[in-house]
């Protein structure tokens, strides 16, 4: 596509269960992250792909906490016995990471809303 | 570690006035700095970057920030605000050889006719 793309766009669940948030980066891009932006904050590092592997999973506050992105494309972050104060927008952005110099911007997604009861 | 101060919670400005948006950031060597805006339900949208080089770069929708090395300041401005400016704005920092993006908590910004 275009640009990234994230689903689904708004989540509600219930305090305790399990959630899966997806994004789909620009075609092309070997580098995916993942942050989160809670109420009145600017987002925070969650964790960033270099294809495959994570290469920097330093933001993820606790094991309940986990992302893949199997083929090097598509993420998909998963919350498992979710709490109430994980209620924020997860963020995804892609980059390619080709050029030299640092010139590697990252290109953000809509978000993903979530809310925990 | 890398951080970031935006100390400027919330501005408000008359259309046409100048804006000037502060950063200061937190790291020993020259970093990445970029300013990001966030509108109602939009993703963040670069609006400028400095790597290295000139210390006054341009970005899109007419502004423009300056690196400062001995203030470790990356202030955004623009000369005369637009009511379509009216959104948040967040100053980021990457360091070189780390792909981690820390941001600032972000300005809002409020335009008056």
């Known amino acids: 596509g275009a640009g990234v793309s994230q689903t689904p766009s708004n989540k509600v669940t219930e305090k305790g269960k399990y959630v899966e948030l997806r994004c789909d980066p620009i075609?092309?891009?070997?580098?995916l992250y993942w942050y989160r932006q809670s109420l009145g904050q600017g987002p925070e590092f969650l964790i960033y792909?270099?294809?495959?592997?994570?290469?920097?999973d330093s933001g993820l506050p606790n094991d309940r906490f986990f992302a893949v992105r199997p083929e090097g494309s598509v993420s998909t972050l998963k919350i498992q016995r979710t709490e109430r104060g994980d209620s924020a927008v997860y963020l995804c952005?892609?980059?390619?990471?080709?050029?030299?110099?640092?010139?590697?911007?990252?290109?953000f997604g809509p978000g993903t809303r979530l809310t925990v009861l | 570690a890398q951080s970031v101060t935006q100390p400027d919670i919330h501005i408000t400005v008359s259309e046409g006035a100048s804006l000037e948006l502060r950063c200061n950031y937190s790291y020993g060597a020259t970093p990445y700095l970029f300013w990001y805006v966030q509108s109602p339900g939009q993703g963040l949208q670069l609006l400028l970057k400095y790597f290295s080089g000139d210390t006054l770069v341009q970005g899109i929708k007419g502004f423009e920030a300056e690196f400062k090395r001995s203030q470790s300041s990356f202030n955004l401005r623009k000369p005369s605000v637009h009511w379509s400016d009216a959104a948040e704005y967040f100053c980021a920092v990457r360091t070189g050889g780390y792909q981690k993006v820390t941001f600032g908590t972000g300005t809002k910004l409020q335009v008056i006719p």
């Open positions: 075609s092309g891009h070997t580098a």
């Open positions: 952005a892609s980059s390619s990471l080709l050029l030299a110099g640092g010139g590697n911007e990252q290109f």
């Open positions: 792909f270099q294809g495959t592997g994570a290469a920097d």
